[in-house]
Each structure stands twice: as C-alpha cells, then as structure tokens.
T-cell receptor, first 112, second 114 residues
C-alpha cells in the first residue's frame, strides 16, 4: 500500500463547477500538507500549504486537512478552463525528514 | 517561471549508457532536491542536498548519484541506464531544509532510454 493515495482521474467538470480533489494517507506522522498544480510539460507549482489539521482558504481554493481520518481535500470554486491541470498532493513528517511524499496526481479538465 | 533551471530539456540515449542532468537553483536557495516522475509511480523523491552536503535520501538507485557544487548547482548522474529509467526528472530548490520552506520546481528533463 502506498503512503499517499490519490485518484488519478481524469476528472471532467463544466466551467463554474465546484471541484473536490482528495488524498488519503497512512502515515500518522505527516504534519505538513501541500497541494501542487502541474500543467502539461511543466514542473509542479505550490498552490496551498497547510500545517496540521484545519482549513485554509486562498481565493477560489480551499484546502482541508482531517488528520483523524487521514484525509485531505482541495476545493476549487468557480472552476475555469485555466484550472485544467494535474493536481498533486504532497505530505511531509515533522522536522528532520526533509522529504515530501507525493500522490500520483489527479488530472482535471474544466470544460468551457 | 520558478527561477530554477534544468538542462537539457530532453535527452535520448541507449541502454547501458550514462547521462548527467544539471540543475541551477533559485538565487539564494541552498537546498536542492531531485525527483523522478513516471506515469505509474508519480513523483518520487530521490535525494536532497543542502549547501553542498547530502541531507536526505529517498528511493534513489545505486546506479544514480548526485552532488551539489560550491556554486550550489547540482548534477544528477544516471549510469547503466535501463528502459525503466525513462521518466521526467525534476529538480526543486528551497531556501533551507525545513518542511515549511516552499520547494520551487524546475521545468524538468525528459529522459528517454531506447
């Protein structure tokens, strides 16, 4: 079993829809949770960063972490065609390990 | 543009060969990370260097090695290449070594082993 599981999709939604992307994990030591966006033929770029449990909002994006369920989510409101990309979740344990564990990514397509 | 540069963009080589991938971190960043991205495995952490010293190792094969030079650029050496080594190789950099330091990714090098 992988440490981080993510549905690869693809996920197709109409423009304006609310998108929900999710990851589950098995390592209870994870404290830092990130969402990266990767456009085709580009490197990943950080979208959201959350420490421990709770919600974080940034514009149309909301990240949620539920450590009791080992489940994280990224919500995209009013989705746009420009949001079409692969979304990767990443996690890291407390200080000392230095490495991120990534999910395999969910491919999202927002249809105009 | 993240400020991280990687060369070459594409590399096509044969099995058994050796290649070197190069990464220049963002100005001011001391940490460099190498990742391998394949369709079935996703983004896998290989190795991290901080200010010239190895800091963390992930799933890096013994046939692979890396180093970070005094000017902070880094090279990833892949030897005795196999078909399964075909993948995208990303370099990322960050200011320090803490998890809260955002990692900025380069555009990647696409390696094809024939």
């Amino acid at each position: 079993q992988k440490e981080v599981e993510q549905d690869p999709g693809p996920l197709s939604v109409p423009e304006g829809a609310i998108v929900s992307l999710n990851c589950t994990y098995s390592n209870s030591a994870f404290q830092y949770f990130m969402w990266y966006r990767q456009y085709s033929r580009k490197g990943p770029e950080l979208l959201m960063y959350t420490y421990s449990s709770g919600n974080k909002e940034d514009g149309r994006f909301t990240a949620q972490v539920d450590k009791s369920s080992k489940y994280i989510s990224l919500f995209i409101r009013d989705s746009q065609p420009s949001d079409s990309a692969t979304y990767l979740c990443a996690m890291s344990a407390a200080s000392g390990t230095y490495k991120y564990i990534f999910g395999t990514g969910t491919r999202l397509k927002v249809l105009a | 543009d993240s400020g991280v540069t990687q060369t070459p963009k594409h590399l096509i080589t044969a099995t058994g060969q050796r290649v070197t991938l190069r990464c220049s971190p963002r100005s001011g960043d001391l940490s460099v990370y190498w990742y391998q991205q394949s369709l079935d495995q996703g983004l896998q952490f290989l190795i991290q260097y901080y200010n010239g010293e190895e800091r963390a190792k992930g799933n890096i094969l013994e046939r692979f090695s890396a180093q970070q030079f005094p000017d902070l650029h880094s090279e990833l050496n892949l030897s005795s290449l196999e078909l399964g080594d075909s993948a995208l190789y990303f370099c990322a950099s960050s200011v320090g070594t803490s998890e809260i330091n955002e990692q900025f990714f380069g555009p990647g090098t696409r390696l094809t082993v024939l």
